[in-house]
């Protein structure tokens, strides 16, 4: 602190030099010859330019000071203690200086996320959805024949944008199949890149020789999306052994003409009466996670997972809607043109 001790004391030095050439411009008494004497003026400096010229030391000096009042007691002594306060006081006002506030603690972001922790960064969620279903799912329809309701696994991702290739991956992984009278709800979600592997691993153990995987849309992005991944992680691809059933293709062609476009929630609304309020769009969903990775709120990472789970009880929904009572008879392929398929009656796919 001797530097900041040197600029106090450069500071007194001037003002009492202001103060005795004011008293040397100011005249003296008159002598015996009744004649007033004065002394010649000191030319004074440029105030304008000592102002400048001292703000900078004025400036650190104060706020030296205000960090450190022990350290300017050390340096100036008991005496100058005293003053201190004072000096610290004028040069704030000379200087327009305001005590800075204390920093406010930042609010903590809500980082909670659904499920548990199975793995370093993974996330793993199962939840149950009550469903009367039994039997065989006849798919004659679709041109599927009779499918085993244990071999079904729904499945659906959340990726980290729609362009696919190496860059873009999957961060959350739902699948749904039915199991004791209801359908169980298992999700997948990483909340760093790391545990991308694990989730992998998982979701593979999910899947059998006798699987028969369903998607909307899935076997253009969401399977070849998986499979890029599992070779990108050295890990063996389960997918291409699995039969599987993308319920895009048979609704664009019996609805292609009929509703305005045959994406999902066109079908929800359609055929399920299903209007989805306070979800959050998939569009979103890349935005959400990497902004949960870069320290935000995961309040938009759960509406994703909702989000998921809807569209995985949407698929098993339309695909109990799909089926047909009995196999058709050979040739018979009925259908009101271009409107929907009625129970019992099937279309060459």
Request: glycine share 12%; with cysteine; hydrophobic share 40%.
């Amino acid at each position: 602190m001797t530097q900041l001790a040197r600029r106090l004391a450069g500071l007194r030095r001037e003002a009492g030099a202001a103060g005795e050439s004011a008293a040397r411009a100011r005249p003296v008494a008159p002598d015996g010859r009744g004649a007033a004497r004065s002394e010649p003026p000191v030319p004074a400096a440029p105030t304008g330019v000592a102002v400048v010229d001292r703000l900078p030391d004025c400036r650190a000096a104060a706020n030296a000071a205000a960090r450190d009042p022990g350290a300017v007691d050390a340096e100036l002594g008991d005496a100058a203690g005293g003053a201190r306060d004072a000096a610290i006081a004028r040069l704030r006002r000379l200087l327009d200086l305001q005590p800075r506030p204390a920093p406010r603690p930042a609010p903590a972001a809500d980082r909670a996320l659904n499920g548990e922790e199975i793995a370093p960064g993974l996330r793993y969620v199962e939840t149950w959805a009550p469903w009367e279903a039994h039997g065989p799912l006849s798919l004659y329809g679709i041109g599927q024949g009779e499918v085993a309701r244990e071999h079904l696994l729904a499945f659906d991702t959340e990726t980290t944008g729609l362009a696919g290739g190496t860059g873009t991956r999957a961060f959350m992984i739902g699948a749904a199949d039915f199991r004791d009278g209801g359908l169980r709800l298992r999700q997948l979600c990483i909340a760093t890149l790391a545990a991308e592997a694990e989730m992998l691993r998982i979701f593979a153990g999910w899947l059998g020789p006798d699987t028969v995987l369903l998607s909307y849309n899935g076997k253009s992005y969401d399977r070849p999306l998986l499979s890029t991944r599992f070779r990108l992680a050295r890990q063996p691809d389960p997918l291409p052994g699995c039969g599987h059933i993308d319920l895009l293709h048979p609704m664009r062609r019996r609805y292609r003409g009929v509703w305005p476009n045959c994406r999902l929630a066109t079908a929800e609304r359609e055929l399920l009466g299903v209007v989805r309020e306070d979800d959050l769009p998939g569009a979103e969903a890349p935005a959400a996670w990497l902004g949960y990775l870069r320290g935000g709120s995961a309040a938009k990472l759960r509406r994703v997972g909702a989000h998921n789970a809807q569209d995985l009880r949407s698929l098993c929904a339309l695909l109990e809607r799909l089926t047909d009572r009995d196999p058709p008879a050979p040739g018979a392929w009925t259908a009101p043109r271009g409107g929907a398929l009625q129970p019992g009656t099937a279309r060459p796919l």
